[in-house]
């Protein structure tokens, strides 16, 4: 199983950012996909997360209003808009995987696998 994320940059804040998290070598329908976030001098924090047994998605509720995760199964690609950026979203962003069978929490200790991370600054 392989996740690559892209998309990342430098942003100014208000702007928003659309990051993309390709999966190859696993079906979909079989993991649990989640995004997540680290900002320097915190731990690795769950942004939002797939659940493949009932299509739901499970949003951190402090990220809810600004954050939208979406999947295309046919592209196998996992997408994480981000609006009204801020600087404190400043902060490397991953997608994980975890196989769906073992119900997952939606919390970075649980995801098995790992992208390398795309790095996201906001900044005037």
């Known amino acids: 199983l392989q996740l690559v994320e892209s998309g990342g940059g430098l942003m100014q804040p208000g702007e928003s950012l659309r990051l993309s998290c390709v999966v190859s070598?696993?079906?979909?329908?079989?993991?649990?996909i989640g995004w997540f976030r680290q900002v320097p001098g915190k731990d690795r924090q769950a942004i939002s997360c797939f659940n493949s047994n009932d299509h739901s998605t499970y949003y951190e509720p402090l990220l809810l209003d600004r954050f939208t995760m979406s999947v295309d199964r046919a592209k196998k690609t996992v997408q994480l808009r981000t609006d009204r950026l801020k600087p404190e979203d400043t902060g490397v962003y991953y997608c994980a995987a975890v196989p769906s069978d073992r119900g997952a929490m939606c919390v970075a200790y649980e995801y098995k696998y790992w992208g390398r991370g795309t790095q996201v600054t906001v900044s005037s």
């Open positions: 070598g696993v079906t979909l329908d079989d993991y649990a």
